[in-house]
């Protein structure tokens, strides 16, 4: 027979954001068989990491893509191209809020299906984009420089 006076806790599912996010115990399901499709108030070691390096890595591509402006490139990145026809600062907003929240749902959903592979994967599309600045960097000449020693 059935004694309790309050619905019962545990019919509805954990809430992404919880007020035991930075506190709580929770690492993985409570019962047999949760695995998959969760959330959890601890990451391990190596997802906030990336999620980190996610964040660091848009920010040096921001940086990256300013000095490429400023030397005559362009932003290929069509969402960004209106971003930056704004103005800079909302650019810098703009891009760095969007990767932020980007991340910060995958840290959260890292628990569900095919999320590990997608943090994993945009970490890697980054530190591709990251070559392609080195090599952006170490090729063609310095637009600014050239203009500032040209004659009147």
Known sequence: MEQR???DRRRRRTPALSRRMLTGRRRG???AGERKDIYVDRYRPWEGALVLLVVAMCAMDLLLT?????RGGE?????????LDLGVWPFVV???AITAVGA?????????RGMRVVLVGLTLL???LMGWHAVLRGE???RTAAAAEAPP
């Open 66 to 70: 300013l000095d490429v402006i400023q």
């Open 29 to 31: 399901g409570r019962r």
């Open 140 to 142: 063609g000449p310095d």
């Open 104 to 112: 910060l749902v995958l840290l959260l959903r890292v628990r569900f």
């Open 126 to 128: 980054y530190a591709l």
């Open 5 to 7: 006076r309050l619905p």
């Open 75 to 83: 932003e290929w990145n069509p969402v960004m191209r209106v971003a």
């Open 94 to 96: 703009i891009k760095l």
